[in-house]
């Protein structure tokens, strides 16, 4: 909290100074500039400057209209803010680029309060939504609103196609998997900045029907921020998935998409812990609130009939994980590791590993999870505190997009009748762990393999199969899970 008070005091004010638009036959190339104000009566501090990059492929040779893309580039600008802002958590937001009305500002405050929750927890900063910054708009802020810098609706007639964001997990790969049977004329798949397991999906579609096509998109950080770092400025946490909301409403624009489904499912709704009365969520820009708040923004302030959500929203993620199952050839292509993801590896020592370990293993099976990961992470006792981290309420679950308390446990219980054994001693470490700790009459048999009470309670306390009414849903439900 101290660092959070000195540096606003060192810093006193952030400004978005500039879009630039670099347009090729090929390539939409966008930078946006930010400025970190220092406090002129500080004569040991120095404004800090940054420039933020995003290029996409292009679909045509044309120039672009200004009027149907400014909108979009411009909001993305405010939303990209957030990586450089929070350096110093300066009290003045400045924007030299263009307005926002006070739905706007409201709108990009929840944003940056809810979504900096994490960031916020980390570094011990106890701020209210109100005091934790105000906009302001510099020497234009008493123009006219006729003849300010409000950025227009597109009018871009969107097509009847997909826009289907792919990460490396198995989330993303079971909404492929199911979307391509009966619509693989009208899927593109999209990623920014692809790992590794993302192309490997991509070869997979384009070599199993060419008709699903792929873009990739490139957002480049400026690299001051790792100087930053070093140099004791606040670092953490930030709602990536809202920026690549963003981008894929951009990418959505440039080709002419009227759809984007996402992958998130009911389990991103759960918080990590409650801080100082803010509900924590690693997830919230994944989260159902966050979904119904972002599809409002971009059809009032981007494009009116364009539609943004989870696909996967309805399923929790021990549902996801059985119907990752049924498609075992993608068992070597899938990785869900973030701290191994530029190795291309399952590090084996994070939360992220061990809960994705936890959640398929029910149903992917003891000899396949030894092949995916390379050992039995049940037998990893380095793993002892993270995993009580993911099983126990009482303590603060990993930030990491993992599961609820109520899958996790669901899905250790199943776990347990994979292995034969006659006493607890036999079991691996972590479920000896899991049974000495967390039942008291010990190894006790449920019948959790067709357990409807515990999947009626996890999908209950997510309120996930009331949000999308859709007949598409049920047979996925009825047929997978």
């Not at 994490?118 to 510099?138: C, L, P, R, T, W």
């Not at 050992?375 to 309420?393: A, G, I, R, S, Y």
Request: proline content about 3%.
């Amino acid at each position: 909290m101290e660092k959070f008070k000195d540096l606003r005091k060192k810093y006193t004010k952030f400004s978005f100074d500039e879009i630039k638009v670099i347009e090729s036959d090929t390539l939409l190339c966008i930078s946006y500039c930010y400025t970190i104000h220092a406090d002129t009566s500080n004569e040991d501090c120095e404004n800090l400057e940054f420039t933020h990059t995003i290029s996409l492929p292009k679909i045509t040779t044309e120039t672009l209209p200004a009027e149907d893309f400014s909108a979009a580039i411009f909001y993305l600008g405010v939303a990209e803010m957030v990586n450089y802002w929070k350096i110093s958590c300066a009290k003045i937001i400045e924007i030299h680029t263009g307005f926002l009305d006070k739905y706007q500002e409201n709108w990009f405050k929840n944003l940056f309060y809810n979504g900096l929750g994490e960031f916020m927890y980390v570094n011990k900063i106890a701020v209210s939504q109100d005091d934790f910054f105000q906009f302001s708009y510099g020497k234009d802020e008493k123009l006219e609103k006729k003849e300010s810098k409000f950025a227009p609706l597109s009018n871009i007639l969107l097509s009847e196609e997909i826009l289907l964001p792919i990460g490396g997990g198995k989330d993303s790969i079971v909404s492929y998997e199911l979307l391509k049977k009966d619509f693989s004329e009208n899927i593109t798949l999209f990623a920014v900045n692809p790992i590794e397991a993302t192309k490997r999906l991509f070869v997979k579609a384009e070599e199993s029907d060419e008709k699903i096509g792929n873009i990739a998109v490139q957002r480049i950080l400026d690299k001051k921020i790792i100087e930053c770092n070093a140099n004791g400025f606040l670092n953490g946490h930030v709602p990536f998935s809202a920026l690549l909301g963003f981008i894929t409403v951009l990418t959505s624009l440039l080709y002419k998409k009227k759809y984007i489904f996402l992958s998130n499912e009911s389990s991103a709704n759960e918080e990590n812990v409650v801080f100082e009365g803010l509900k924590v969520n690693h997830q919230f820009s994944k989260s159902l609130q966050f979904e119904d708040d972002f599809r409002t923004f971009i059809n009032k302030y981007i494009h009116p009939y364009m539609e943004y959500m989870s696909f996967l929203r309805p399923l929790s993620e021990i549902q996801i994980a059985k119907i990752f199952a049924e498609f075992p050839e993608n068992y070597p292509i899938f990785k869900s590791c973030n701290a191994g993801s530029k190795k291309d590896i399952w590090c084996n020592a994070c939360p992220k590993c061990l809960f994705a370990y936890i959640i398929l293993f029910p149903f992917v099976g003891k000899e396949n999870m030894k092949k995916i990961f390379g050992q039995d992470l049940f037998e990893n006792t380095e793993m002892k505190e993270m995993f009580h981290d993911l099983v126990d309420e009482s303590r603060v679950k990993p930030f990491e997009c993992v599961g609820t308390y109520s899958e996790i446990n669901l899905a250790l219980r199943m776990s347990l009748y994979e292995y034969e054994v006659d006493s607890i001693e036999d079991f691996p470490f972590l479920l000896q762990e899991y049974i000495t700790t967390y039942s008291s009459d010990g190894f006790e048999e449920y019948e959790v393999l067709c357990n409807a009470q515990e999947l009626t309670k996890i999908d209950t306390e997510n309120n996930n199969f009331d949000k999308i009414p859709s007949e598409f849903f049920d047979v996925i439900q009825r047929e997978f899970v």
